[in-house]
C-alpha cells in the first residue's frame, strides 16, 4: 500500500470510524461518528468527503459510512502506535493505566516506522496492551479474543477480566478502588432485579456491588467453576 499523507484530524477520524464500524459491521451514521469525536455533523460531513476521496470511507448520504480496506490498514496502524505506547508507559515508565490515554493520542500521530518497530521490539512484541486490548501487528493482524460483557454471565458463573471497555481515567480509578484490574477473577454471586445491579466476589477475597453500567464496561473470559 503506497503511503497517504494524513492530517492529525483525519487520523483521529479515521480510527474513531474503524471503532464504531468494527463494533456492529453495519454503516456508522453521521451522527454516531459526531458523538464519538465530540462534534457538529455538519464538521463530520466535510471530513467524509476528504476521507472519501483518498478512497479510505465509503460514504452516501442518508446511508452511512464504511471503512475501506485501505482505510482499515491505515486505522490499525494508528490503534498499533497508539496500544505499543500505552504499554511503553505503563511498562517502561511507570504511568498508571488511567494516565496514558490522552499521552498516546499524542505520539500515536509520529510517523516514524522505524520508532514504532524498535519499540514493538524493545517491549518484546506484546499481544496486549495495559486495558487488556490486542496489538494489531505490523502486519496488520489482531488476536481475536473470546470475551463477553460481565453482563452476560449469571448468578454462579465466573470469569477472568480480559479487558476494558470503557479507558476512561474516571472508570479506570473507580476500578482501582474496587480492587477489578486486568486477570481478576469475578465470580457473579447475585443479580439485582430492580436496576440489574450485580453482587460479585473478586478473587475471591472482597465481595462487591457493581451497577449494571460498570458490568457493561468490563470484557471477561467465561471460567469455569
Not at 92 to 118: G, Y
Not at 151 to 180: C, H, M, N, W
Request: aromatic residues 8%; proline residues 3%.
Amino acid at each position: 500500500m503506497s503511503l497517504i499523507e494524513l492530517s492529525l484530524a483525519e487520523e483521529n477520524y479515521l480510527k474513531s470510524i474503524y471503532h464504531l464500524y468494527s463494533e456492529t459491521g453495519k454503516p456508522v451514521s453521521t451522527n454516531a461518528i459526531a458523538e464519538a469525536m465530540n462534534t457538529r455533523a455538519a464538521s463530520v460531513t466535510d471530513m467524509l468527503k476528504r476521507l472519501a476521496s483518498k478512497k479510505l470511507i465509503s460514504y452516501k448520504k442518508y446511508y452511512g459510512v464504511m471503512i475501506t480496506e485501505s482505510g482499515t490498514t491505515l486505522a490499525l496502524r494508528i490503534i498499533r502506535k497508539h496500544r505499543l505506547w500505552e504499554t511503553f508507559l505503563v511498562e517502561k515508565l511507570r504511568f498508571n493505566w488511567d494516565e496514558v490515554h490522552e499521552v498516546a493520542e499524542q505520539l500515536e500521530h509520529i510517523q516514524s516506522q522505524l520508532l514504532i518497530k524498535r519499540l514493538d521490539e524493545y517491549l518484546g512484541s506484546p499481544r496486549f496492551d495495559p486495558h487488556g486490548d490486542p496489538i494489531p501487528t505490523e502486519d496488520g493482524e489482531i488476536a481475536d479474543v473470546q470475551q463477553v460483557q460481565l453482563l452476560e454471565l449469571r448468578p454462579g458463573e465466573a470469569g477472568k477480566v480480559t479487558a476494558v471497555r470503557d479507558t476512561s481515567s474516571a472508570f479506570l480509578q473507580y476500578l482501582d478502588k474496587t480492587g477489578i484490574s486486568i486477570g481478576s477473577f469475578i465470580r457473579i454471586v447475585d443479580q439485582v432485579a430492580y436496576d440489574n445491579s450485580l453482587e460479585i466476589r473478586v478473587n475471591d477475597t472482597n465481595t462487591i456491588f457493581i451497577s449494571q453500567q460498570v458490568a457493561g464496561n468490563l470484557w471477561v473470559q467465561r471460567v469455569r467453576i
